[in-house]
C-alpha cells in the first residue's frame, strides 16, 4: 500500500500562484510514475498533469505553460506549482501514484481544495 497526503491548497487571486506538495508513504519505492488530477464541483476527475520516474512530465492542454510538476524521489515527494491561476482552476487538487508505467494512477490521496477568487 502506499498513503499519499497533499498540502499546500488554499485561496489565492486569479493571477497568482500555488505550490502544492504530495508526500508518499508505505510501499513507496514501488512507485513509478506520479501525477496530480483535480476535480470540481459536479466536474470528472481531471489528470492534470503526470512525471514518470526520470522526470520526464506531461501536461493537459488546460495547464500547460502555467502548472509545472516535479518530484524528489529522495524524498518519496511530488510539486505541483501553479502560476496565472484563474478562476476555472479552483477545485479539489489529488495526488496520484502509479506503479506500472504508462498503466494510470494506482493510489490517490485525499485532496487539497484550491480556491481562485476573480
Known amino acids: 500500500q502506499v498513503r499519499l497526503v497533499e498540502s499546500g491548497g488554499g485561496l489565492v487571486q486569479a493571477g497568482g500562484s500555488l505550490r502544492l506538495s504530495c508526500a508518499a508513504s508505505?510501499?513507496?519505492?514501488?512507485?513509478?510514475?506520479m501525477g496530480w488530477a483535480r476535480q470540481g464541483p459536479g466536474k470528472q476527475r481531471e489528470l492534470v498533469a503526470w512525471?514518470?520516474?526520470?522526470?520526464?512530465?506531461t501536461y493537459a492542454d488546460s495547464v500547460k505553460g502555467r502548472f509545472t510538476i516535479s518530484r524528489d524521489n529522495t524524498k518519496a515527494m511530488s510539486f505541483l506549482e501553479m502560476n496565472a491561476l484563474k478562476p476555472e482552476d479552483t477545485s479539489t487538487y489529488y495526488c496520484?501514484?502509479?506503479?506500472?508505467?504508462?498503466?494510470?494512477?494506482?493510489?490517490w490521496g485525499n485532496g487539497t481544495l484550491v480556491t481562485v477568487s476573480s
Open positions: 512525471i514518470t520516474s526520470g522526470g520526464v512530465p
Open positions: 508505505g510501499n513507496f519505492f514501488r512507485i513509478n510514475e
Open positions: 496520484g501514484a502509479g506503479i506500472t508505467p504508462r498503466a494510470g494512477m494506482d493510489y
